[in-house]
Structures are given as C-alpha cells and as structure tokens.
C-alpha cells in the first residue's frame, strides 16, 4: 500500500490499514482475540468436513472466517486397501491441524495411530528416518526369540555334561561367537530388506521424499517435488503408485529370471564348446556354431526382458480407477 501524494511518512503509517490472513495459532501469536463462537465454528468445520480454517483479521479484529478444504481423491481408500492387502504399512504425514487429519484418516478408514498431523517438512524427515527404525527393529525382534531358545538349549546341554564342561568351554564360547556373528549377519540382511517410500508432491515433501529409499512424486505437483523423486507418476493419479510398485516387483522377478537361464544356459553349453563330448562324437563344434550361441545367449536374454511390455494393470488397480473414473463422472 502507497501513501497518499503529499503526506508525510507518520502520517502515511498511521493511514495503513493492517489486514491479517491465517490460522489460529498464527492470529494468537499476532495477538488477535478470537471470540469463543468463532473457535466453535471453527471446531465444527474441522471436525465434520475435515477441513482448515482460516481467520482474516483487520486492525487486530477478526472479521472473517474461512474454511478451505480439499476433498479426498476417489481412488484413494481403494489405494490405501490394496497397499495394505500387499503387505505395505501405510502412513499419513500432513501438514494440516490434528482434527483435520483425523477427519482425513476416518474418511480413508487409516488407523490413527498412523497419523501425524501438524508435520512440518523437517517432521516429515524425521518420520521417515523412524518408520524405517521401526521396521528394522521389529524385524530384528523376530530374531532374538531363535537365539535365547539356542542359549537355552546350550545351557541345559552345558549343565548334563557336569565334569567336562571346563574342557569344553572354549569349544562352546567359539560356537557362541559363530552363533552371535551370524545372527548379526541375518539381521543386517533382514533389515536391508525393509524400505520406506514417501509419495508426495507439495514443496514441503521434497526433503522427505529425499530421505525415502524410493520417492514418488505425483504429477501436477509442484517442481521441487518432482526433481527430489526418485519415480515421477506422469498423471495425478494415486493408483500410479499401485502400477509402479507393481512394474518395480515384475522388473525384479524378471532380471532374477535371466540371470537364472543365462547361468544356466552357460553352464550346458561352455562344456559343449568345449568338446565334453567328442570322445563319443569324435567332432568338435565349430566356431561359427559357437559365436551364434552366445550371440543368441544374449538376444534371449533381451527378449526376455522385452516381455515387460506386455504387462498390464492387476484386476484391483483396474477397478480402482474405473470406480474414480465413474465418482468423477457424478461430479
């Protein structure tokens, strides 16, 4: 706002009119009084349709009340229940007020518990880094049960050997250190299996999403999302997450399955190249035959790989996004 022409500067401050826009913990922090049927309304709105409210205030009076919210994605409830029938655990970390979050998580049918609202982007790291911890501990704590059973056992067959013991014990703490080692060993393999993927795509995401094993961002999203991904979902569609989850697991299974039949396949026919059998044939295979086999070793490969292209939405992603489509249509 400009001073009017020919005022001085005191007078041009005391004609500004100090208009305040955000939500209630920022107009507290300003010192802006909200009357209590404001913060009623208010708790209804969160409460019913899951939405942020939003106080204007002008020269330290509120004026105004605004309720912003965004509505749910149609195919989301059927995304979220797909990841779990898959084994995923999933989480919600938003920036939104905890009773717009829990409004939120009733509509997609989320465990609370698996909430965290009010996250800021530092949070939203930090849940990341902990959802990981927690999924490497839980899968260490499957462990630990095998390993006081074999200390149990170990005991009891140390106290019946009663005399020897003493000669056996450097045997036994040698075995106990092989035990605890490999332990240790399958432990670290059990947690390298745990990964954690954040799908976002607002500015406050980006650190998160670079913290993640696998950052997806959806398309639409803002531009600092999309380069700190690792996967960008060319279309705003959450049922792409269920696709590319499915083409990652496909193109797993598949380069396993190569590296299977090109063993294999080298195995039956580097012997043949050369001569395990000419004591019985008396002939040798020649070059020509040869540089066609490995050459031919190779395209089988890529061909293999090429099936890729023939991969097609599961049943429930098809219907997910039928049922989005047909809730859009209604719209």
Known sequence: MSAPVGTTGSAAAEALTQVLIGNVAWMEEQGVALPERVRLQLVQHE???????????????AVALLVIADSVKP????????????????WMI?????????????????????VVAEATPAMKVQMVQQVRQ????????????????????????????GGITSRLSPLRDSIAAKLQLANRRNATQQQGRTAVAMVGDGINDSPALTE??????????????????????????????????????????RMRWNFVYAYSYNTLAIPLAAGVLFPATHSL?????????MAFSSVSVVGSSLLLW?????????????????????M
């Open 212 to 253: 993640a094993d696998v950052g997806l961002a959806i398309g639409g999203g803002a531009d600092i999302a999309a380069q700190s991904a690792d996967i960008l979902l060319l279309k705003d569609s959450l049922s792409d997450v269920l696709v590319a989850l499915d083409i990652s697991s496909k193109s797993y299974y």
């Open 94 to 114: 938003t920036g939104d007020s905890r009773r717009v979050a829990t409004a939120l998580a009733k509509q997609l049918q989320l465990p609370l518990d698996r």
């Open 285 to 293: 295979l020649p070059p020509w035959i040869a540089a066609l086999a």
């Open 134 to 161: 927690q999924a490497g501990n839980r899968q260490l704590a499957t462990l630990h049960p095998a390993t006081d059973s074999a200390n149990a056992g170990a005991s009891a067959s140390t106290a019946s050997l």
């Open 47 to 61: 409460e019913a349709a899951g939405a942020t409210a939003v106080v204007a205030a002008v020269s330290g009076r």
């Open 310 to 330: 023939l991969y097609r939405p599961s049943k429930d992603v098809q219907g997910i996004k039928q049922a989005a489509a047909a809730a859009a249509a209604r």
């Open 75 to 90: 195919e989301a409830p059927g995304v979220l229940r797909a990841l779990q029938q898959r084994g995923v655990e999933t």
